[in-house]
């Protein structure tokens, strides 16, 4: 398996544009997870999903964020308008129903608003 | 959520010397998990504790679970240059949520 795949690897845009960053999780994982890490906050959990559904979104921070999965093997987290206080690393991971075996995290996604 | 408390926030020591990690709780902990993640990198899960005062080891590293489910620790013994990194511990919650502590940053001096 090539693990959970994100893309893209690096994206940088000017404010007010749309960002759109993808997920690929572990094929049989049934929960993905959205992170952002930053400097000042650490990783925090902006959204995840148990068989495709939403479970809590209640870290995401604004309306301006959202996410969705439309089916097990593809998710996207979209930021509409971006703002500079967006830029961050943001990670998808997968785990399997029992959790034993811990968070399989992508490679991440490296955002810069302008 | 619940949040684990996480120490020191960053520790520098010299190759060969042994390093420690600790990750506090105010309530009982169902189950914890640690998490390397090298410089520029993506965490990497390292290991799961669920059971009162659990000790596992992988090599150098060797993880402890509190006798009361409030605590744990991660010591590496013999530190090495491929050792630098940070260290999270993350405290498992419902539908495999897990919060994460703010992390160790560890350096590693040859």
């Known amino acids: 398996d090539a693990g959970v795949i994100q893309s893209p690897r690096h994206e940088v845009t000017e404010m007010g544009q749309e960002v759109t960053l993808r997920c690929k999780p572990i094929s049989g994982h049934n929960s993905l997870f959205w992170y952002r890490q930053t400097m000042m906050r650490g990783l925090e959990l902006l959204i995840y999903?148990?068989?495709?559904?939403?479970?809590?979104d209640s870290g995401m921070p604004e309306d301006r964020f959202s996410a969705k999965m439309p089916n097990a093997s593809f998710s996207t987290l979209k930021i509409q308008p971006s703002e500079p206080r967006d830029s961050a690393v943001y990670f998808c991971a997968s785990i399997t129903s029992d959790g034993s075996y811990g968070y399989t995290f992508g490679s991440g996604t490296r955002l810069t608003v302008v | 959520g619940q949040q684990v408390m996480q120490i020191p926030q960053y520790q520098h020591v010299q190759e060969g010397e042994d390093f420690t990690t600790y990750c506090n709780s105010s309530?009982?902990?169902?189950?914890i998990q640690w998490y390397k993640q090298r410089p520029g990198g993506h965490p990497v899960f390292l290991i799961q504790l669920v059971k009162s005062g659990e000790v596992k080891k992988q090599k150098r590293l060797t993880f402890q679970f509190g006798e009361a489910k409030k605590n744990s620790s991660l010591h590496i013994t013999a530190t090495q240059t491929t050792d630098v990194g940070t260290y999270f511990c993350?405290?498992?919650?419902?539908?495999?949520?897990?919060?994460f502590g703010s992390g160790t940053k560890l350096n590693v001096k040859p």
């Open positions: 309530t009982t902990l169902s189950n």
């Open positions: 993350a405290e498992g919650g419902p539908f495999n949520k897990f919060y």
């Open positions: 999903f148990n068989n495709n559904v939403p479970i809590d």
